[in-house]
């Protein structure tokens, strides 16, 4: 998970059961939850991409005042 916001780039790598845990029990990180670009973001789909077996970028998001949202799976 990549998110650029004011200059700021912040860069998150998890591995996926860790993923599938964290959206399972419904835990958050402020870097997602209070970012307003990913509050559209449907992370059990994103699961379920990777789990058939998608590779790559999953999702890349900017808004108007130039923050951006980049999941990727490697």
Do not use: A, C, H, W
């Not at 860069?11 to 997602?32: A, D, H, K, T, Y």
Request: proline share 3%; hydrophobic share 40%.
């Amino acid at each position: 998970l990549e998110i650029t916001e004011g200059g700021d780039k912040i860069r998150l790598n998890f591995p996926i059961e860790f993923v599938r845990s964290f959206v399972g029990i419904g835990m958050s990180l402020p870097q997602v939850v209070e970012n307003e670009t990913m509050k559209n973001v449907n992370l059990e789909q994103i699961i379920d991409l990777v789990d058939k077996g998608l590779v790559g970028t999953i999702l890349e998001m900017q808004s108007d005042d130039g923050e951006s949202i980049r999941i990727y799976v490697e």
